[in-house]
Each structure stands twice: as C-alpha cells, then as structure tokens.
C-alpha cells in the first residue's frame, strides 16, 4: 500500500468550507483514496473513497488530481462537531488499513 | 443497525490476568481485525481474519490471541497482560469486496 502525506494540523472556521490536502505520490493504478476520521477517541468512522473521479456524499467531497499522486477532502460547511483526526489512506480493497498520523483538524467558533 | 461491539469499554487488570476482549458485528463481514493505538505511534493491525478458522498475525501480534470460530464473533485475547500492552483497542469489520470498515467503540485497556 503505498504512503500518504498529511499536515499535523489544521484550523477552520465554523461554518467555512475545510479543505485536507494528501499527498499520495507512489500510488499504484489499482488503489484507491480512502478517508477515515477519529473524533476523540472513539473508532475511526468512514467518510468517503474514490479511484480517480472526484466524490461527493452527504458527509463531504473527495477531489482527485489527475495524476492522481494528491487529493483533497472537502468538508463543505464546518460545525465544531468536525473537529476531528482525519485519516487518509491509499488500498486496493478490502482488508488492512494503514493508518499514518492523519490530521488534526480543529473547528473554531 | 449495523454495527461493531467491543466488551468491555474500560478494563483495569493486573499484570499476568488472562483476559479476554469481545467482538461481535452483525452485518456477514468476512474481514475482521484488531488494532491498539497508542500516543504518537498510531493505530497498528495486531491481529485480522479473512474468515471463520482463517486469522493472521496483523504489524504486532506479540503477547496476543485471537479466534474466530463464528463469522460474526472475533475475540482478542491477552493469555498474560503485560503493562505495556496498556493502550486503547478497537475492532473492525468490512466485507472482503467491500470499501466501509466498521469499527467498534474501542476498549480501554490498563495492565498495572
């Protein structure tokens, strides 16, 4: 499974669209885009996948580059419930997650 | 409801006490696996199963057991706790096609 790279922090605004960034630059042409966060320590939730079109579902969008070495999670209307670590992870299928150390995203009034 | 069920949520216990924690899903996943996470290392695969009788060791299986004699049911086992096996669990399940992992609320386990 190849290797993300994510910012250890970020800030929003309550309300404003966040915007996580991954860098993903060895995946391979059959693995997918997967995101997961952990809000608190409760376990990881799903969020939304994708292969090479960009992804929309009532939690969030997932933007895939062309190229697909990088993506974007969109989180379009930020409440403080958002505040969370988010988790991008690249697989072929089912099976094994590999977590890294994901971001921690904080939601501010 | 689809769900993953960890028992207990929180366990104190003494260093060398076999103990045994439960987990039970309800929606036919094949998958199932345990994880610890654990303060600046992440959440790390202990233990998974790809079906009933078939489990492998998962990145750190040392000092833990697993079984999976029922599809839904996958305990972990601790034969004899350590302290550093203190940390948070949780289980998981998805279907082996599948894209979702489910997973359960986590167990917070000491080991003094």
């Known amino acids: 499974d190849a290797k993300t790279t994510q910012p250890p922090s970020m800030d929003c605004a309550e309300g404003r669209a966040a915007n996580l960034p991954c860098n993903h630059s060895?995946?391979?042409?059959?693995?997918?885009v997967y995101w997961y966060r952990q809000i608190h320590s409760q376990g990881p939730q799903y969020i939304i996948h994708?292969?090479?079109n960009n992804e929309t579902n009532e939690m969030a969008s997932l933007i895939i580059t062309e190229d697909r070495k990088s993506s974007t999670l969109i989180l379009p209307h930020a409440t403080l419930r958002d505040t969370a670590v988010y988790y991008c992870?690249?697989?072929?299928?089912?099976?094994?997650?590999?977590f890294g150390q994901g971001t921690t995203l904080q939601v501010k009034p | 409801e689809a769900q993953v069920t960890q028992n207990p949520r929180y366990l104190i216990t003494v260093t060398g006490k076999k103990l045994t924690v439960t987990c039970s899903q309800n929606?036919?996943?094949?998958?199932m696996s345990w994880y610890r996470q654990d303060p600046g290392l992440g959440l790390r695969q202990i233990y998974y199963s790809m079906n009933v009788e078939v489990t492998d060791k998962g990145d750190v299986p040392e000092g833990y057991k697993v079984s999976r004699k029922e599809k839904r049911n996958f305990p972990l086992i601790l034969e004899s706790p350590s302290p550093n096996q203190t940390s948070l669990y949780f289980c998981?399940?998805?279907?082996?096609?599948?894209?979702?992992?489910?997973f359960g609320q986590g167990t917070r386990l000491t080991v003094v």
């Open positions: 992870i690249v697989r072929v299928g089912g099976g094994k997650l590999i």
């Open positions: 994708g292969l090479k």
């Open positions: 060895t995946i391979s042409g059959n693995e997918y």
């Open positions: 929606m036919n996943h094949e998958y």
């Open positions: 998981a399940s998805t279907s082996i096609l599948g894209t979702e992992a489910f």
